[in-house]
């Protein structure tokens, strides 16, 4: 058998924290793209919580926070903030030696961390 498709995707929006439709959207796409045998999963994103679970049949990695979890607001620095967040956990899984096929950054705002994964 051949190994299988290693995905990371990357969303602001923690899936199980539906705030608009970003997370609804990334919940069921890799949802259905993980009843494959054939593809694995690590979705990082930042929410309320922190660490790792299963969820919805792949891996959640919820960003480390830098300080207490606060909502968005409407400005980008909420984004800039998210992202800073988020960097710390991938940084964290690449020195433990994980790596990926795929990188899909889900907004146009993460695009610094898909190239960040994909450089390294």
């Known amino acids: 058998m051949n190994e299988p498709l290693r995905v990371l995707a990357i969303c602001h929006e923690d899936p199980a924290w539906i705030l608009g439709g970003m997370g609804m959207h990334c919940r069921e796409l890799y949802r259905c793209m993980s009843k494959r045998d054939d593809v694995e999963i690590d979705f990082v994103t930042n929410g309320p919580g922190e660490g790792v679970e299963e ?19 409407a400005d980008l620095s909420s984004f800039l903030f998210s992202d800073l967040q988020m960097s710390r956990t991938l940084m964290r899984m690449i020195a433990s030696g994980q790596r990926w096929d795929l990188v899909h950054e889900h907004e146009w705002t993460s695009v610094q961390l898909g190239r960040m994964v994909r450089d390294i």
């Open 55 to 73: 969820f919805a049949g792949f891996r959640k990695h919820q960003a480390d926070k830098l300080v207490c979890y606060k909502p968005r607001t």
